[in-house]
């Protein structure tokens, strides 16, 4: 199946840093949704994303819709021991995550030393 | 927020054997769920679209009389794998439709012998 790309693959950072990941499409979104995968959880919903140009934050976590409706990029700051895991994207293509399917970035794993 | 649970958590089961996982939206109504697989170290694959009172919608490549979906009610939908194989083993996770966004389960981690 299609899946967005994400990037970088893998990140290594100390505690305090900020991080800043991203994930970019061939074909225009209408949503773009981002979620954190604890292991052997579920994803976790973090931020969504319904329109271009839209930049939104959740605590010390910030994310963007960009203008061409083809990537979308995810901030930490600040980060913590706890912000450890993996992060998805998700983009959909009619307006609402939920009334059409998801399709998934390739995802970031995040490790971060206290 | 909204809560979907997943039941079991983990099975392990004999090839050959069915095995039926439980979505289930605890706090709101969802006209639709969805049922995902995730092999180690990789991302979510949709497998399919479940409906409320209808057909679910498969996506390419899944087989749907391998993974039979049944979404009878509003907060509950689910996935039977029928005659299991070792490479049905995998991590499957619903997620469920509330206004405009997904809400997921925990998933259930089948291992199949």
């Known amino acids: 199946g299609q899946q967005l790309n994400q990037s970088p693959q893998s990140m290594f950072i100390q505690e305090g840093e900020d991080v800043s990941m991203n994930c970019t499409s061939s074909s225009i979104f209408n949503t773009w949704l981002w979620y954190k995968q604890d292991p052997g959880e579920g994803p976790v919903l973090l931020i969504a994303?319904?329109?271009?140009?839209e930049l939104t934050s959740n605590g010390r976590l910030t994310a963007q819709f960009g203008i061409t409706r083809k990537d979308s990029f995810l901030n930490i700051s600040a980060s913590i021991p706890s912000d450890v895991g993996i992060y998805f994207c998700?983009?959909?293509?009619?307006?609402?995550?939920?009334?059409?399917?998801?399709?998934f970035g390739t995802g970031t794993l995040l490790a971060v030393q206290p | 927020g909204a809560v979907v649970s997943q039941h079991p958590s983990r099975v392990i089961c004999k090839s050959g054997t069915s095995v039926k996982i439980e979505c289930r939206s605890l706090?709101?109504?969802?006209?639709?769920m969805f049922w995902y697989r995730q092999f180690p170290k990789k991302s979510l694959m949709l497998m399919a679209t479940s409906n409320e009172g209808s057909k679910a919608t498969y996506e390419q490549g899944v087989e749907k009389d391998k993974f039979l979906i049944n979404h009878a009610s509003l907060t509950l939908s689910t996935l039977t794998v029928t005659s299991a194989h070792p490479e049905d083993s995998s991590f499957y996770i619903c997620s469920a439709r509330r206004e405009e966004t997904q809400y997921f389960g925990p998933g259930t981690r089948l291992l199949v012998l």
């Open positions: 998700a983009g959909s293509r009619l307006k609402g995550g939920a009334t059409n399917k998801l399709i």
């Open positions: 994303l319904y329109k271009a140009g």
């Open positions: 706090d709101f109504q969802a006209t639709t």
